[in-house]
């Protein structure tokens, strides 16, 4: 079983009488990527914020490595690297001079062989003594991932880190974020892009209006067995009747017309049409779709 890293529990963040986060719980397990997903604006920064305790929750709890946030900060930070906001860099000071003087903020033992190896992680080998100014976006976000590696954090937080990189930086960074699990590393990350999510992350928790509107594992949440059928009815009243006592009622997600759509796993669908002849509900056609339509 895996152990949990982070623990959210029923978190808010208000403004005024804006709710950006409306209580929110979730739980990441250590080793994991785990992917927060929802439009501009449903309040995955301002949770990625509160678990870097750069703002403070209105109300609700946060555990990380089995520590209070409140009480344990720095003990937590020490082992957490983020890039939260556009990191900040000395653009007229080399990649190599910009982690050293990062290093010397942090009260660790940082050396030059530390450094080196970060840069070649992230793969601005050849570059490192080069001045900022002249790196591509793409670099400077790479850079940016250096400065959260440097002390070797446990836990690493990283806030829609695909923005502005092409779709070859995008798999560059793809590929990093997996080899940094396979050494063990929890990563947290957010995007808007359900493929960037689906494509990398083991768990996933789906933000909107500030809450977490549904989460788990992506296979669960997105996987191939998971359909969206529909039925043409040809008696819409009857199966309307019927539904509701039925197993099914938490499947249904929606009719229209005369067209109802429920999300099951494929392997449903025979049962679904027993039912239907059992209860003499006829239907002209039915059809699925794979997987969930998830549309922002
Ligand atoms: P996301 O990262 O998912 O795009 P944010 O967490 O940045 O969303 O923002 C969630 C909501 O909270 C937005 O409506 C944003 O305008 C609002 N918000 C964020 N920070 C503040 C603040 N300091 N004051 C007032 N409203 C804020
Ligand atoms: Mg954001």
Known sequence: MAQPIVNIDSVYKQYGTFKAVDGISLTIDEGDIYGFL???GAGKSTTLRMLLSLIKPTAGSIEIMGKSLDKSRNDILAETGSIIEKPDFYLYLSAKQNLWLLSKMYNQNIGAKRIQEVIQQVGLSGREND???????????RLGLAQALLHNPKLIILDEPTTGLDPQGIIELRELILKLKNEGKTVVLSSHILSEIQLIADSMVIINNGKAVAQGKVNSLLGDDDVVVYVELADTEKFNTEIGQSGFVAALTGIEHN?????????????????????????????YKKGWKIIF
């Open 38 to 40: 929802g439009p501009n």
């Open 131 to 141: 001045k900022v100014k002249t790196y591509s976006h793409g670099m400077k976000q």
């Open 259 to 287: 067209v109802a759509a429920l999300k099951l796993a494929k392997q449903e669908i025979p049962h679904l049409v027993s039912w239907l002849n059992d209860k003499g509900i006829a239907f002209y056609a039915l059809d």
